[in-house]
């Protein structure tokens, strides 16, 4: 059932965080987590006066190509132990589903500590994460950007310039990546102790790209690097390499799409994997086609199966930004878990038919649907 907002409710649910996520300190009067509690809504299942079960859903937006839609953050998944495999979440799931429907949210993303838990309930991984570790030897072939120049600031003197640049990325063909309210920003502010803050400029004064980062001891760790061309790419690199005295290792969680390696005359010095990150679901796929940029002037798409979201399942006619439900069999076919991974994911429809995530009726160009970039940098 949804939790009321009161502080009988507020001391169940963080008695129950604190259980189940091994907090140190009681977070009842912690302004981290209240922030995030009060732009959220609550889930739980009491037995005998006693909260067994959470979900807390947060309410965003992300980008989709040009557009924006609702999107349900879920987070603080939580039982005790003696009511965990019980079916508590499972009761939560569907009710919060059916809910965020009813809002209107398309979109559900979440962190998950278990795949397989969460693929039961529709969602599908579509965000990994490319990892940097660059041994601060391997800054000597990096050539400097001498051009320009780079600010370092607090979050106070540079908030204005940092929030243009990230509204500016959004624009750049996203698809998932949030929409940060000025709450949220300043939540990771907060949340993210003695963090670092760098904008760079061209040499008209205009800022091109900013930087994100903390020391860890022997590690520069850099939380996001957003740029919108090469030069301030290289001018923000540049100004890392004037740290390699200070540091034994530059470690970054970037995009799957970054590239920074291109701009080290030698890579092999430089270690980069790719790992799982955040996984998706559809919960309105009527309110999301519409905003898909697809290469085809009208297309059936059938959604198979969605047992938690069964208004989903059926065929869908996607003519010229519209969509409605028709009764015809679809040109391309595939269960929710398919389509969450195939539209908001980096799935493609050649490796979705491979895989048997996809079937279709009939040949189709490989970019039908035109895939976006993410740059994925929060979490829930």
């Known amino acids: 059932m949804k939790l009321t907002r009161d502080q009988n409710s507020l001391k169940a649910i963080t008695g129950l965080i604190e259980y189940a996520f091994k907090k140190q300190q009681p977070i009842i009067d912690d302004s981290l987590f209240l922030s995030r509690y009060e732009h959220a809504d609550c889930y739980g299942v009491y037995q ?57 949210v398309a979109v559900s993303q979440l ?12 969602y599908e991984p579509t965000s990994r994460r490319k990892t940097y570790r660059i041994p601060a030897l391997a800054f000597n072939y990096l050539t400097s950007e001498k051009r320009g120049s780079v600010k370092r600031g607090s979050w106070q003197q540079l908030e204005s310039e940092i929030k243009k640049l990230y509204q500016r990325l959004l624009m750049q063909q996203q698809v998932g990546t949030v929409v940060r309210e000025d709450w949220w920003w300043e939540r990771l502010n907060h949340y993210y102790a003695h963090r670092f803050y760098a904008v760079a400029f061209d040499e008209v004064g205009e800022a091109k790209g900013y930087l994100i980062y903390r020391m860890q ?24 390499k004037a740290h390699v005295s200070s540091f034994e290792e530059f470690l970054y969680h970037a995009p799957v799409h970054e590239r920074i390696e291109k701009c ?16 998706s679901r559809i919960i309105d796929i009527e309110q999301l086609l519409p905003h898909f940029p697809i290469c085809q002037k009208e297309i059936i798409i059938e959604v198979t199966e969605d047992q938690e979201c069964p208004w989903n399942v059926g065929s869908w006619l996607v003519s010229q930004g519209t969509c409605r439900k028709v009764q015809q069999a679809g040109d391309i ?41 993410q740059s994925f940098y929060d979490y829930f």
Do not use: C
Request: net charge negative; hydrophobic share 40%; proline share 3%.
């Open 48 to 104: 005998d006066d006693e909260l067994t079960n959470l979900v807390m859903a947060n309410h965003f937006e992300i980008q989709l190509f040009n557009q924006r839609v609702k999107m349900a953050g879920v987070g603080y998944v939580a039982s005790y132990p003696e009511y965990r495999g019980k079916g508590g979440i499972s009761t939560i799931m569907l009710e919060l589903l059916s809910d965020l429907h009813q809002k209107g």
């Open 111 to 122: 962190a998950p500590f278990s795949e397989d838990f969460y693929r039961q309930f529709g």
């Open 217 to 240: 001891g022997a590690t520069l760790l850099v939380d996001e690097l957003v740029y919108e061309d090469v030069f301030a790419l290289r001018k923000l690199l540049t100004y890392l």
């Open 264 to 279: 080290f005359r030698e890579q092999e010095a430089l270690s980069i994997t790719l790992e799982p990150y955040m996984m």
């Open 333 to 373: 076919k595939a269960s929710i878990l398919g389509w969450s991974e195939l539209l908001l994911g980096e799935l493609t429809l050649t490796e979705g038919i491979f895989l048997g995530k996809v079937t279709t009726s009939k040949d189709f160009d490989t970019d039908v649907f035109p895939k976006g970039q």
